[in-house]
């Protein structure tokens, strides 16, 4: 089984550092590891010693690196879309359109980048696949895709089941359309496309929730900005059903200065990394963590039948940046700029909320 692991903290030479490190820390003990790494990153292709491609290429024993390019996963991402259309699309329906000539929409190299992941996680090529990305909301958010999309699917599904697309081309394009439609429209093909997508959203929203396939470590330093920006991350990151495993941070040798890292991040555990010294990586791989071991650390969600409550495990946000709301049969929480939807159990679906607070780190709801 394979495993990602990712950062999450402002993304410069550090955070790429601490990837690095992460890399190589894996490769020492024989693990094959894939880096993943962003284009541009100047930093990584200095700090590796080496150029980078858009293609895995091996570096050093059991440890390669690949650079995203979104030019590159288009073209071929692209290629697979029209196979793919070619199934359910009739014959007479030509696509004369090129990847080359393909523009990127604004957000569109995040679903890319997403994409790409998981193509190297499902090909078990790799033990672990180290993933230095932005590290901020939108990352977040690019992990968040499984669950984004098993939202949508759920809700979307039924009224797209419930259209009769004869009656809708026969209103549009009268008779005529509709024959066409019909007899073009391989529903058999289409429920199978719906099956196999279902399929990979299951999928996807179980390696996210699993700590030992995915997790994430806050990369900081010990200044109060930075602080507050990666326990603000860390609280982003359960709105995704992400796991936190642990603090790497750096500047912070002193006893009280740890001392106040642990407090701000508990119960996380706390690893001082040293900056790195004329490409002398082993103090960074002694002060590393033991990744093999995975910490338990508050579940994201956690819902407790007998005494009719739901927790949301919250830290780094207030009491006035959380916000629930219940429409229909889930629960909304909105927190970190993002939205979580609650599928309940049967037990207290359809049953009114009764009460909700907050208790830092946590948002209680009784039903």
Known sequence: MSRIITFLGKADTRHTTVAIATAKWFAQYSQRVLLVTHNPNPSAELLLETSLKATPQEIAPNLSVVQLQATVLLEQVWEEVKKWLALYLPPSVKMEIYSGEVIILPGFDSLLSFNALRKYYQSEDYDVIIYDGRGDLESLRMLGIPNIADWYFRRFREALESLDLSKIADSIGGPLASALLSANMDTRKVQDAIVQIQDWIAKSVAVVGDAKRLSAYLVTTDEPAAIAEARWLWGSAQQVDLRVSGVLAYQSYEAANKTELEQAFAPLKVNLIPALQ??????????????????????????????????????????????????????????????????????????????GKFEEPYLVISF
């Open 278 to 355: 004329k490409h002398n990586w082993e103090p960074l791989l002694e002060a590393l963590p033991d990744f093999k071991t995975i910490p338990h650390v508050p579940q994201p969600l956690t819902v407790d039948l007998v005494q009719r409550q739901v927790q949301v495990f919250l830290p780094g946000f207030s009491k006035s940046q959380v916000k629930l709301t219940q429409l229909g049969t889930e629960l909304t929480v909105e927190a970190g700029d993002q939205r979580r939807n609650i599928v309940l159990p049967d037990e207290l679906r359809n049953q009114p909320v009764t009460g």
